[in-house]
Nanobody, 124 residues
Framework: QVQLVESGGGLVQAGGSLRLSCAAS????????TAWFRQAPGKEREFVAA????????YYAETVKGRFTISRDNGKNTVYLQMNSLKPEDTAVYYC?????????????????WGQGTQVTVSS
């Protein structure tokens, strides 16, 4: 079992940047595909970005493509989400998720392990 802890959230003005980190503990991160999801108040949790076990493939929601970059450092057991050109509509709690399953990395149901979330607030 792996435990996930997010960090790096905060308050930023529109157009600014933040980098989120997701640190894994409990066992090596290498067998886990990972993803970021987010949930705004009153809305369902939605897919943001995902990365395969080796880091060789990445996937993005259309709303963040070209602005966000997901990456991982398996040696540090950490996954990152670099967020640039932030918009007020990016405001949400951001969650890191991990899975050893294979399938559509955009699907919440694929992921067994979740962090507690980190708040990102973008002011206009």
């Amino acid at each position: 079992q792996v435990q996930l802890v997010e960090s790096g959230g905060g308050l930023v003005q529109a157009g600014g940047s933040l980098r989120l980190s997701c640190a894994a503990s409990g066992r090596t991160f290498r067998p886990y595909a990972t993803a970021w999801f987010r949930q705004a108040p009153g809305k369902e949790r939605e897919f943001v970005a995902a990365i395969t076990r080796s880091g060789g493939n990445t996937y993005y929601a259309e709303t963040v493509k070209g602005r966000f970059t997901i990456s991982r450092d398996n040696g540090k057991n950490t996954v990152y989400l670099q967020m640039n050109s932030l918009k007020p509509e990016d405001t949400a709690v951001y969650y890191c998720a991990a899975t050893t399953n294979y399938g559509d990395l955009r699907s919440l149901s694929l992921f067994k392990y979740w962090g507690q979330g980190t708040q990102v607030t973008v002011s206009s």
